[in-house]
T-cell receptor
C-alpha cells in the first residue's frame, strides 16, 4: 500500500469555481502535513502546511483529519494561475512521502 | 529565503558514463534528499542524508550512490548511466526537529541518457 494516495485527476474547472482535493495517508504516526504546488517542468513549492485545526490562506483552505487519516485542500474562486499539479506530502521522522499529485486546469 | 541550488538544469549523457549531480543549500539544513520524478510515478526517494558523511537508502537506490562531505553539499552519482535513468532529478533540504519540518527543493536537473 502506498504511503500517500491522491486522485490524479485531471480536474478541469471553469474560472471562479470551487474545487477540492483529497489525500489519504497510511501511517497514523505521521507528524507533519503539507500541500505543495508544482508547475509544469518546475520544482515543487510549498503551498501551505496543514494543521489539525484547519488553516486558511486567502482562497486556499487546508484541513487534516487524523482519525480518518486524510488531508484536503479547497480552492475557492479558481484563477487561471491556479492551474498546476498539487502534491500532498506527509512527514514522519526524517522522511517525506509524496502523493503522485492531482492535476488542475482552470479554464477561461 | 532558503536556496537550494542544483548545478545543472539539463544534462545529456551517454550510456555507461559516470554522472555527477551536485546540490548545495545555504540554510545550514541537516537533512538533504535526492528524488527522481517520472510521469505517473510521482517523486521517488533515491537517497537521503541526515548529517555529514551519513546516508540512508531511499526507495530506489539501485544504480546510484551519494556523497556528503560537507553539510551544505549533497552529490548524486550515477556510476554507469543507463537509459532507464533518464528522468527529472530533484534535490531537497530540510531542518528536522522543528514544528514544521518543511522541505525546500532545487530547480531540478533534467537528465537524458542516450
Amino acid at each position: 500500500r502506498k504511503e500517500v494516495e491522491q486522485d490524479p485527476g485531471p480536474f478541469n474547472v471553469p474560472e471562479g469555481a470551487t474545487v477540492a482535493f483529497n489525500c489519504t495517508y497510511s501511517n497514523s504516526a505521521s507528524q507533519s502535513f503539507f500541500w505543495y504546488r508544482q508547475d509544469c517542468r518546475k520544482e515543487p513549492k510549498l503551498l501551505m502546511s496543514v494543521y489539525s485545526s484547519g488553516n486558511e490562506d486567502g482562497r486556499f483552505t487546508a484541513q487534516l483529519n487524523r482519525a480518518s487519516q486524510y488531508i484536503s485542500l479547497l480552492i475557492r474562486d479558481s484563477k487561471l494561475s491556479d492551474s498546476a499539479t498539487y502534491l500532498c506530502v506527509v512527514n514522519g521522522g526524517n522522511q517525506f512521502y509524496f502523493g503522485t499529485g492531482t492535476s488542475l486546469t482552470v479554464i477561461p | 529565503d532558503v536556496k537550494v541550488t542544483q548545478s545543472s538544469r539539463y544534462l545529456v549523457k551517454r550510456t555507461g558514463e559516470k554522472v555527477f549531480l551536485e546540490c548545495v543549500q545555504d540554510m545550514d539544513h541537516e537533512n538533504m534528499f535526492w528524488y527522481r520524478q517520472d510521469p505517473g510515478l510521482g517523486l521517488r526517494l533515491i537517497y537521503f542524508s541526515y548529517d555529514v558523511k551519513m546516508k540512508e537508502k531511499g526507495d530506489i537506490p539501485e544504480g546510484y550512490s551519494v556523497s556528503r562531505e560537507k553539510k551544505e553539499r549533497f552529490s548524486l552519482i550515477l556510476e554507469s548511466a543507463s537509459t532507464n535513468q533518464t528522468s527529472m532529478y530533484l534535490c531537497a533540504s530540510s531542518r528536522p526537529g522543528t514544528n514544521q519540518n518543511i522541505q525546500y527543493f532545487g530547480a531540478g536537473t533534467r537528465l537524458s541518457v542516450l
